[in-house]
């Protein structure tokens, strides 16, 4: 497609119920990426994608967070038993392979999923 | 962790005026980004300045890099109304795949 799509855009569950987040990257972008964004807050990494391997788990913040990639694009980030804590704007990116020479640069963002816990 | 840090927290200007916004980092990285964000959603890829650069152009933006201080700075100049929004520095480092991101600076620019 011609940018990142996420879906839902918005997403209210109530607390203790399992919600998927969905991303579909740029046609050909290998790397993908899931940050999460807090009210007023930076982004904070989640998880990295090299096609559907996932080289670095290390910002997931518990084990009730986890993700897979599929065929090299599309990617699902599954959170279960949500908590209120887990309320924030899930961002994700994807790009062009690092190593590319000068044609790795920026990441291209979608539009995020609210998702709010209640 | 390799987050950043963008000074100041906020920033309010006349249109007009430039603005100036500074990033600071920890470790030795690859590159540097700039990126730009619009009511808390998706963040646009403004420009990329690599370590082995000091100064970078794109319209009316200006990015400067010292990596002895490892420090960057975003400069926009004729600001516009449009132009408010909040602002991320991010950094590659060395060897990694993934881009950390600072805190941000929130520009307001006042018509």
């Known amino acids: 497609g011609a940018g990142v799509s996420q879906s839902p855009s918005n997403k209210v569950t109530e607390k203790g119920k399992d919600v998927e987040l969905r991303c579909d990257p740029i046609s050909g972008h290998t790397a993908l990426y899931w940050y999460r964004q807090s009210l007023g807050q930076g982004l904070e990494f989640l998880i990295y994608f090299q096609g559907n391997s996932a080289p670095d788990k290390s910002g997931l913040p518990s084990d009730r967070f986890s993700a897979e990639r599929t065929g090299g694009s599309v990617s699902t980030l599954t959170i279960q038993r949500t908590q209120q804590e887990d309320s924030a704007v899930y961002l994700c990116a994807s790009s062009l392979a690092p190593g590319q020479g000068d044609r790795w640069g920026g990441y291209t963002f979608g539009s995020g999923t609210r998702l709010t816990v209640v | 962790s390799q987050q950043g840090e963008e000074d100041p927290q906020a920033l309010s200007i006349q249109e007009g005026e430039n603005a100036t916004m500074n990033c600071s980092y920890k470790?030795?990285?690859?590159?540097l980004q700039w990126y730009r964000q619009n009511s808390g959603r998706g963040l646009v890829h403004l420009i990329l300045?690599?370590?082995?650069?000091r100064e970078k152009h794109s319209g009316r933006l200006r990015v400067t890099l010292d990596t002895s201080k490892k420090s960057s700075s975003l400069l926009i100049t004729a600001s516009r109304a449009a132009d408010t929004a909040s602002y991320f520095c991010?950094?590659?480092?060395?060897?990694?795949?993934?881009?950390?991101f600072g805190t941000g600076t929130r520009l307001t620019v006042i018509p």
């Open positions: 300045i690599r370590s082995n650069e």
């Open positions: 470790t030795s990285i690859n590159n």
């Open positions: 991010a950094t590659r480092e060395t060897g990694a795949n993934n881009l950390f």
